[in-house]
């Protein structure tokens, strides 16, 4: 029963450490797509010179 008073505390400081590395993580954008950006150039858009005045393709 004593070793559950070292135990215990480990177990949850590791929790918290694990649960503040994985918020720092998706802060620092190290969970953002990957995938994405390398297959945008096939998607079906129509991508021209820019109208500065109304935003729109000329």
Do not use: C, H, N, S
Not at 3 to 26: E, T, Y
Request: proline content about 7%.
């Amino acid at each position: 029963m004593e070793i559950l008073i070292i135990l215990m505390p480990l177990a949850l400081g590791m929790g918290a450490l694990f649960v503040f590395l994985f918020l720092w993580a998706v802060k620092r954008g190290q969970y953002d797509d990957v995938e994405t950006p390398k297959y945008r150039m096939l998607l079906d858009e129509t991508i021209g010179p820019m109208d500065p005045k109304k935003g729109k393709e000329i």
